[in-house]
């Protein structure tokens, strides 16, 4: 895991830092710069309104006694593609439109969903907990 965020805060930015600026030395700097803008108000909306069907639906599905496990899947896939298009950069800017864009998204919940069911075949577990030496003194109860 510390690998990938190694990857993703050094890497990602080093290869959006280089093709901002292949792109400004060919359009110029102005003109990318308002590609930049442009993209983050338009995924800032996009974002808002595919968040609020999402939520519609979530509260149709809750309302109806149906947990809305792939509705909440939407939702988080939607929170961040409006992130990376809030992100300044080309790379962030496609990756955020395909999680924003219902189809794309379905595509890409799909495969998610059987990554994950994959995983649970084959026994892994995913588990996000902190550092060994976050708390030495913590104990955990289980209460039954």
Do not use: C, W
């Not at 102005?30 to 939520?55: D, E």
């Not at 962030?92 to 075949?121: A, C, V």
Request: net charge positive; proline share 3%.
């Amino acid at each position: 895991m510390f690998v990938y965020m190694i990857l993703l805060f050094t890497l990602l930015p080093a290869i959006e830092l280089a093709i901002l600026i292949k792109v400004g030395s060919h359009i110029g700097a102005i003109n990318t710069m308002m590609i930049i803008i442009i993209t983050g108000v338009t995924g800032a909306y996009l974002a808002r309104f595919q968040g609020f069907l999402v939520l519609n639906k979530i509260q149709t599905s809750l309302n109806q006694g149906i947990m809305p496990s792939s509705e909440l899947m939407d939702g988080l896939m939607i929170l961040v593609g409006g992130i990376l298009l809030l992100t300044p950069g080309f790379v962030t800017d496609i990756l955020g439109i395909f999680l924003l864009i219902p189809l794309t998204r379905s595509l890409i919940k799909y495969l998610l969903r059987n990554k994950f069911e994959s995983m649970l075949k084959n026994g892994q577990a995913i588990r996000v907990s902190p550092s060994n030496n976050y708390n030495k003194e913590y104990n955990d109860i289980d209460i039954n």
